[in-house]
């Protein structure tokens, strides 16, 4: 068995719409049937006892090593703790090869699964060695270190519960939520509206108290010191106990409270000074330790902290008690875990000394043995919520400390013995404001009830019912998916958003390119979707990048698909027929939002049946109002656009709304086929977003076929009183639909420039000259910069053997390189003749033509 290539799928795909590894994976013909292979299961189970059945859901009774690979990876990931469930193994038309999928949550993770499942198979033939426990730890490991923290990932649940896509920025914990101009960003537990000055305030204990203190809210008296005698001289001043920590900290580090000596103020001054250079002393409040939160403006949670500690039992040493505690699955050692195993370093150390302790003294039975003063969860303690029992004037002043700070979401530290009556009256204060606080104390307490506390933070970032996405459209189809994007673009701009449009020919927001080059997959989706200025987008989905990563968004409104052909890559990637481009071009029908609608072109059959998987409504379109499936659709009352005479006509049971073809240049009076049909889409696809009738019919009045507007895409020049026609037509389907167009426009010749792509088939490279052979009377064949592939020559000689016995063609001739071809076509024009460039290099080609059409 061989995994020959494995790729991350991002986003939705072929196979699900969860994020999953794909593996190519090549069997042996002894290795096609598992269960023929001697002591071959034995041997996997006594290396990964717990892998369970290896049967994967859906498959047939012949499995391979690839299905066991796929029940492998899955398992491991599972064990680790992962939440998957889908996998499949897909046999392909090549003997022996399987396309294994299998689900992830981390793609660190997934990727790591695949190559140890593959060594566990390995290991069962060989007869190798394999520990099963160390991996799932490795796997694990890995998932915590790698995935979203919990205080981040409540504020993403809360989003998506929502409906807000979220799309993780970093490897840490910057996200941002929503699309475009609607996008908001958030890091951990801090809003993208929050200021820089209140972090800072919130960092400089020592103003905040002041601040505080100014505005009347309980504080501990207090203030910086500059060494040990100046600590203790505010620890004389103040009063002891006091409290010594960094002015700048986080998570309790260096943190020491209830110092009542100069012998532990010295002390802890050491400890602190390893945090940070400026140290604060303030008076120390006794008490319990409470952590409130506050979002926008109002109390969502509180919980009382406890700090680590174990209780004696008489038997075990503290060192014992404290391994017993860690023992706990809810401990982990980073902020990926509801709560932190307790340290038993240096500082729990001194803190047990104090009270005549050692790691190995034996505590009695009951005894309370605090290892830290300070109670952060991030270094073992514990918390119990207390949000039902706060007194209205506390949350009072927790809301006060955060508006004077100027933090949207705020964690105030407040210490007082009771969360049940006001801070003045049991001498309790604020003792610190937090920027961005830890959630987990309160979604997952150690005592008491969860509270949700991502639904508040994703309420102050979104107004109700905004769900943070924009109008996005998906188009796909064999040909004319580029023009009706362009189409689409063009009439959102004129509705007055300011667009983003990815396509074969780049990624352009509000009109300014910002890439160019082949941009037709997730990755520009994911980069226009990302772009501040991004009010709706237009996104072109070729096939190769729902392959290679899936969709680069979650959902779409509309999802238009223009029609599936032949000859368009066919043979690539195990997509080797018009109905295996049918499935693959169906998914973004299949991530069609509830309230989206997918426009289909009803007479095409393998694109009508992509109904019956989309989640929303459907607009169908055709020319003929009369065939069947516009029939049925108009009189079951669902919209559809049709050609009825020299009028494109949307309908929606008996409401019609109508547009003259003459009032469409791009359809050129209507003779245009192949550019109605672009236009019906694109109307369809305007219309489900909400467009007005005015703007659609002002935006299609405007949109000219120029090589501005929509490059290589019929681009019809006058030259010399000839007529060129340059266009990107690159498979049969599309060269037969160009002919077509030809034919209907007058000319006393017709010639035609045409090269082929190395990466098509045979039969479609010559069907393409096949086609050509019956409409043109001159036929000059040149050689593609790039052969993607194929031997010099051999493109030349497939399309050369394509115009054998042409009933038309009374000329041909090769020439090697575009551009010298296009210059041998043009000087044999005459006036009145046509000619039809088909164009590779597309910018290139268009301003050598655009040269010869200003210099004529």
Not at 20 to 37: F, G, K, N, P, Q
């Amino acid at each position: 068995m061989q995994i020959t290539r494995t790729r991350a799928l991002r986003g939705p795909n072929l196979w699900t719409r969860s994020t999953a590894i794909e593996a190519i994976v090549h069997c042996e013909d002894s290795e096609l049937l598992y269960t023929a292979m001697p002591g071959f299961e034995e041997k996997l189970r006594a290396r990964f006892p717990t892998i369970g059945t290896l049967q994967p859901h859906g498959a047939d009774q012949r499995l391979s090593l690839a299905h066991v690979l796929e029940v492998a990876a899955l398992s491991l990931q599972a064990q680790a703790g992962c939440p998957v469930t889908f996998s499949r193994t897909h046999e392909t038309v090549e003997q022996g090869t399987f396309q294994v999928v299998v689900e992830y949550t981390e793609e660190s993770v997934g990727k790591l699964a695949m190559e140890r499942a593959e060594a566990l198979i390995q290991a069962a033939l060989n007869d190798t060695p394999f520990d099963a426990d160390a991996t799932i730890a490795e796997l694990r490991e890995l998932d915590e270190d790698d995935r979203i923290g919990p205080s981040t990932g409540a504020i993403v649940d809360a989003a998506v519960a929502r409906g807000i896509p979220f799309r993780r920025l970093t490897t840490g914990s910057l996200v941002q939520l929503g699309w475009g101009s609607r996008a908001r960003r958030f890091q951990a537990a801090e809003l993208d509206s929050t200021s820089a000055v209140a972090e800072s305030i919130a960092q400089d204990k020592d103003l905040t108290k002041r601040l505080l203190h100014a505005a009347g809210v309980p504080v501990p008296m207090g203030r910086p010191v500059t060494d040990v005698e100046d600590a203790w001289a505010v620890a004389q001043e103040v009063g002891l106990p006091v409290v010594v920590k960094p002015q700048d900290g986080n998570q309790g580090k260096g943190v020491v409270v209830n110092i009542t000596t100069r012998e532990g103020l010295e002390a802890a001054y050491k400890t602190a000074s390893e945090f940070g250079d400026e140290i604060l002393v303030e008076r120390f409040l006794p008490g319990h330790d409470f952590r409130m939160l506050v979002v926008g403006g109002q109390l969502v949670a509180a919980a009382r902290r406890e700090p680590p500690q174990v209780l004696g039992d008489g038997q075990h040493t503290i060192r014992e008690l404290v391994n017993i505690v860690n023992q706990d699955p809810r401990r982990g050692s980073g902020h990926g875990t509801a709560l932190t195993k307790v340290r038993l370093d240096d500082i729990a150390i001194a803190r047990i000394a104090s009270e005549g302790l050692t790691p190995d003294s034996v505590p009695a039975q009951g005894q309370r043995v605090v290892l830290r003063n300070n109670a952060n969860l991030s270094t073992g303690g514990s918390a119990t919520d207390v949000t039902d029992d706060v007194h209205p004037e506390i949350a009072a002043r927790a809301i006060e400390a955060a508006q004077t700070i100027g933090l949207h979401i705020c964690g105030v530290d407040v210490v007082c013995e009771t969360m049940l009556k006001p801070l003045e009256e049991q001498s309790g204060g604020i003792v610190e404001v937090n920027a961005a606080p830890g959630l987990r104390m309160h979604l997952a307490p150690s005592f008491g009830r969860p509270r949700n506390v991502g639904v508040p933070m994703v309420d102050e970032l979104f107004a109700p019912g905004d769900d943070g996405r924009i109008p996005l459209v998906a188009v796909t189809g064999t040909n004319g998916k580029t023009t009706t994007t362009r189409v689409i673009a063009h009439l959102f701009t004129s509705h007055g958003w300011r667009t983003a449009m990815t396509n074969t020919d780049g990624v352009y927001v509000n009109g300014r390119q910002i890439d160019s080059g082949d941009c037709s997959g997730p990755k520009s989706a994911r980069n226009a979707l990302a772009h501040p200025e991004t009010d709706a987008a237009v996104l072109e989905c070729a096939r190769g990048g729902i392959l290679r990563e899936g969709l680069g968004f979650d959902r779409c409104q509309v999802a238009v698909v223009t029609n599936v052909g032949e000859g368009d890559h066919l043979g690539l990637n195990f997509i080797t027929t018009k109905e295996d481009v049918g499935v693959l071009k169906r998914v973004i029908v299949q991530n069609v939002a509830p309230t989206g609608y997918a426009v289909l072109n009803a007479a095409d059959p393998l694109v009508a049946a992509m109904a019956h998987v989309c989640p929303g409504k459907v607009i169908f379109f055709a020319a003929d109002r009369h065939h069947p499936v516009m029939a049925t659709h108009r009189a079951q009352g669902s919209r559809v656009v049709y050609v009825d005479g020299d009028a494109i006509v949307a309908a929606e049971g008996s409401w019609r709304e109508s547009i003259a073809l003459r009032d469409i240049p791009l359809t050129r009076n209507g003779t245009i086929t192949f550019q109605v049909e672009n236009v019906m889409a694109s109307i369809g696809a305007a219309w489900a977003a909400g467009l007005p009738w005015q703007t659609i019919r002002r935006g299609l009045a405007g949109f000219l076929n120029d090589s501005d507007n929509a490059p290589a895409r019929f681009n019809v020049m006058d030259y010399k009183g000839a007529t060129i026609i340059a266009d990107y037509g690159h498979n049969p389907d599309a060269i037969r639909a160009l002919s077509q167009a030809v034919e209907a426009m007058p000319a006393k010749r017709r010639s035609v420039v045409i090269s082929g792509a190395g990466d098509r088939r045979d039969q479609d490279i010559t069907e393409q000259t096949q086609i050509l052979g019956k409409v043109f009377d001159e036929v000059v064949l040149y050689q593609d910069a790039c052969q993607r592939g194929r031997v010099d020559g051999e493109v030349l000689a497939l399309l050369k053997k394509g115009l054998e016995g042409a009933p038309r063609t009374s000329y041909s001739t090769e020439i090697h390189g575009e551009f010298l071809a296009i210059d041998h076509a043009l000087e044999r024009l005459q006036p009145g003749d046509l000619c039809l460039v088909l164009v590779d290099q597309v910018e290139e080609a268009l301003e050598h033509l655009r040269k010869h059409v200003a210099g004529q």
